[in-house]
């Protein structure tokens, strides 16, 4: 697909500066803007393109990408131009003009006043879990203050036994046109404020606002192998839209997992460490270890090494996204007795007798590189 350059799209030179562009950009979209041009698919996409042109111009990254390398330097810099939606480019619009000039020009939300599904406001919340809670899931009841639609009058804000009415002053359009020297321009309804309904009666209970803070109990599940620091999306659980229908927000869940004392995650597998005695190591031992479901035996073969590490399958964190379960590793730690008694030492010395005959292969290299060393010197 071949595109216009953003130069002529805007119809400014090279060297336009940044209040060239704007105005220029202003200019386009006042003229194509889709409110102006109804059921005007050619308006639209003009529309759009001084949009994009006008989002790459005015940033001086994008816009030093451009002049390099065109429209495929644009391509790595994360920014997908193509495709921006029309909410995208509405919502840019009070930054781009100061806040109220197209509310001015065409009603309240960009011109598409009281047609829009209204949705309520996201909530977000902390939720700190035990790392055994994260391997198995779990359910967790939190108390959040949101706003719900009033009781009294079911988020509508008019008065029980009345309804909000069709807009008299605009029909419930949600805007009027009105004329001004030879051309008129389209404005929010001043009664309504663009709704297209207004309130004869409000509400006693919320004042004719349809909301109230209300302290709710709401359930969490949280599936397991969920990780630290991962984000969770309960629909519906924010707060409730204004005016009554619409869609409620969502709660984000910020998920914290507490630190273990005997575990750590690594992926989806868990990591431990195990001590075991001299003795156990050498002539091995069945042992008792902590996994994420409880106890479990470990058996470990004669001559274990220190820093040996044993993987057992399928005991680590199930995966979050149900591709399978993760391992748990077990490091051997081989520790030395700090004191011995009079028995031991005795019995040590003893064996001590007897190592000399069994040296272990890697002593045995060790001795040989040992020797290599003094005779190069
Ligand atoms: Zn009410
Ligand atoms: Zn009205």
């Known amino acids: 697909m071949s595109q216009r350059d953003y130069y002529e799209v805007l119809g400014v030179s090279r060297e336009a500066g940044k209040d060239e562009i704007k105005k ?4 386009l979209a006042l003229k194509f803007h889709p409110d102006r041009n109804p059921d005007d698919k050619g308006a639209e996409d003009k529309f759009k393109e001084a949009a994009e042109a006008y989002d790459v111009l005015s940033d001086d990254n994008k816009k030093a990408q451009y002049d390099r390398f065109g429209h495929d330097g644009l391509k790595n810099s ?9 909410e995208d480019i509405f919502s840019n619009f009070g930054d781009i003009f100061g806040g109220s000039i197209f509310e001015e020009f065409f009603g309240g939300g960009g011109g598409r006043g009281g047609s829009r599904q209204q949705k309520g406001a996201s909530l ?8 055994l809670e994260s391997a198995t899931g779990c359910t967790k009841t939190i108390d959040l203050n949101r706003n719900e639609h009033c009781d009294t009058c079911h988020g509508t804000g008019a008065k029980p036994g009345t309804h909000p009415v069709t807009c008299p002053y605009c029909q419930g359009r949600g805007e009027v046109t009105q004329s001004q020297g030879f051309f008129s321009v389209r404005t929010a309804c001043p009664k309504c404020q663009g709704a297209g309904k207004t309130i004869e009666s409000p509400c006693g209970s919320c004042r004719g606002t349809g909301s ?10 949280i599936p397991a192998g969920i990780d630290d620091g991962t984000r969770l999306r309960v629909q519906g659980e924010g707060e409730a839209a204004p005016g009554g229908g619409g869609i409620r927000g969502d709660l984000m869940c910020y998920i914290q997992v507490q630190a273990h004392s005997l575990f750590q995650r690594d992926g989806d597998n868990v990591y431990c460490q195990l001590p075991v005695t001299f003795t156990e190591a050498a002539l ?8 994420l479901k409880g106890k479990n035996v470990m ?25 399978g379960v993760g391992d748990q590793m077990v490091e051997i730690i081989i520790e030395v007795p700090k004191k011995l008694t009079s028995k031991q030492e005795e019995l040590l010395r003893e064996y001590a007798k007897t190592e000399h005959k069994s040296v272990g292969p890697k002593r045995q290299s060790w001795f040989d590189k040992l020797k290599e060393f003094f005779t190069e010197e």
């Open 24 to 27: 220029s950009y202003r200019k």
């Open 78 to 86: 994360g920014f997908s131009g193509r495709g921006a939606s029309m």
């Open 124 to 131: 977000r919340c902390q939720l700190s879990i035990t790392f």
């Open 212 to 221: 109230m803070p209300k302290r709710v109990k709401v359930e969490v599940n």
């Open 284 to 291: 091995g031992a069945e042992l008792t270890i902590p996994t």
């Open 299 to 323: 058996t470990i073969p004669p001559g274990t090494q220190s820093s040996q590490i044993f993987r057992l399958r399928g005991q680590g964190f199930p995966n979050v996204h149900g591709q």
